[in-house]
């Protein structure tokens, strides 16, 4: 059994966030981390999970002008995110999920990885757990303490999930 992590991550947030998804989902499942630049369309990823995550900008995934002002604070230039490489995507048999880094606001609206899942389910992909966001103290971060230990525990709950998901249903039962 498989998995690939797929992000996108110009401040180096979401990259660190998604290391530690991976190394949570490894501890079930041999897993691949990919930066979305390298990673293969989502319709030609075979794995029995595919968790993707991105930053949260300007109320969702990222654009083209929010990846500019990413850049311009100090960030990386990253010319396609995971709102381009779903577009690209043919329709999906796959099991997945989503994540976000956001800043933490109690009224700060939008989520990528919330509009991210709604991209994966219109193309077929059946998801095994809600989005999750990880929290940064601001637009440029840093991640705000103990993100990265629940990164690894909800990489972790996902391995085991899709685990115990893809064992035949006698296995699952008790013995008398």
Do not use: C, K
Request: aromatic share 4%; no cysteine.
């Amino acid at each position: 059994m498989s998995a690939v992590v797929v992000y996108e991550s110009e401040l180096g947030n979401t990259a660190a966030v998604a290391r530690a998804v991976a190394e949570g989902i490894g501890s079930f499942l041999a897993v691949e981390l990919l930066d979305v630049a390298s990673a293969p369309l989502p319709h030609e990823v075979v794995a029995d999970l595919l968790v993707v995550g991105g930053p949260t900008h300007a109320l969702g995934m990222s654009r083209p002008s929010t990846r500019r002002d990413a850049a311009a604070r100090g960030g990386r230039v990253v010319t396609s995110g995971i709102r381009e490489w779903l577009a690209a995507s043919g329709p999906l048999a796959v099991r997945a999920t989503t994540f976000d880094t956001h800043v933490r606001h109690p009224d700060l609206p939008g989520h990528a990885g919330r509009n991210a899942a709604r991209v994966l389910r219109r193309l077929g992909a059946e998801l095994v757990a809600e989005p999750e966001s990880f929290y940064v103290r601001d637009a440029e971060g840093p991640l705000l303490p103990g993100e990265l230990d629940r990164a690894r525990a909800w990489g972790r709950s996902l391995g085991s999930l899709v685990t115990r998901a893809s064992m035949p249903e006698a296995s699952l039962e008790e013995e008398p």
